[in-house]
C-alpha cells in the first residue's frame, strides 16, 4: 500500500528506491539497515527525476497523440506510444546507472547539493498532496446518496481512532449490505414486470416510491 499513488499523492519511486539501495549496501559490505536508509532520499529523488520526466518529455507529445487520432493514423499511435515508453524509462535507467557507477559518495553529494529551501518546500508539498488528492477524489465521486458513508468514515477515524484495516471491512460490510438491498429491488421490479405485464415498468413507475414502500413495509 505504501507504494501506490492515491490521488495527487505519490509515493517515493519504489524501482530506484530498491535498485541503487540494495546495490549500495552490497558495495558497502552492509545489511539491511544501509539499504533501508539510502532508500528513501534516493526513492524521493527518483520520484521527481520522474515526474519532470513524464512532465518534459511524455507530455509535449500529449496533442501529437490527438492530432493522429483524429487523422486516424492507430499505426503512428501505437509506435509513438512504445517509443516514448522506451525513451522515457531508457533515461529513468540512466539516474541508477549512474548512482551505482559513480559511487554512494557522489549521491550523498548530489543530496546534500540541492538547497534547503527547495527540499522543505518538497516536504510541504509533500504533506498537501494528500489533501488535495482527497479532494480530486471528492470531486469525482460526490453523490448526495452515498455522502453519509464519507462522513462516516471520517468520524470513525478522527473520534473513534479505528484503524485503516476495521475502516477497510466496515466498508465492505456496507458495500455488501448496499449490493444486497439494490439486488432486492431489481428482483421486485423483475416481480412486477412478470405479473403485470412488460410495459408496466414504464406506465407510471418510479423506483423511489417502490424503495419507499419496502422500507415500509
Excluded at 519504489?14 to 549500495?24: D, H, L, N
Excluded at 477515524?157 to 429491488?185: E, K, S
Excluded at 416481480?191 to 417502490?210: I, K, Q
Amino acid at each position: 500500500m505504501g507504494v501506490v499513488n492515491i490521488g495527487g499523492a505519490s509515493a517515493a519511486e519504489p524501482g530506484i528506491a530498491t535498485a541503487v539501495g540494495t546495490a549500495f549496501a552490497i558495495m558497502l559490505g552492509q545489511g539491511t539497515e544501509v539499504a533501508l536508509t539510502l532508500a528513501l532520499p534516493i526513492g524521493i529523488l527518483g520520484l521527481q527525476i520522474k515526474t519532470v520526466l513524464y512532465i518534459f518529455l511524455v507530455g509535449m507529445f500529449a496533442s501529437r497523440f490527438d492530432q493522429l487520432a483524429a487523422e486516424g493514423k492507430q499505426k503512428q499511435i501505437v509506435m509513438l506510444h512504445y517509443g516514448l515508453w522506451a525513451v522515457n524509462w531508457l533515461l529513468y535507467s540512466l539516474v541508477a546507472f549512474l548512482g551505482i557507477l559513480f559511487g554512494s559518495d557522489a549521491v550523498s553529494a548530489l543530496l546534500a547539493a540541492i538547497p534547503e529551501v527547495v527540499m522543505n518546500g518538497l516536504s510541504i508539498c509533500g504533506g498537501l498532496l494528500p489533501a488535495v488528492g482527497m479532494a480530486m477524489l471528492m470531486k469525482m465521486l460526490w453523490d448526495k446518496k452515498i455522502c453519509m458513508y464519507y462522513f462516516l468514515g471520517f468520524v470513525l477515524a478522527a473520534y473513534l481512532n479505528l484503524p485503516l484495516v476495521a475502516l477497510a471491512v466496515l466498508g465492505t460490510i456496507l458495500a455488501v449490505c448496499v449490493g444486497m438491498t439494490d439486488y432486492r429491488f431489481n428482483q421486485l421490479q423483475a416481480m412486477r414486470t412478470v405479473v403485470s405485464g412488460p410495459n408496466a415498468a414504464a406506465d407510471n413507475y418510479d423506483l423511489d416510491e417502490e424503495e419507499e414502500a419496502f422500507f415500509h413495509e
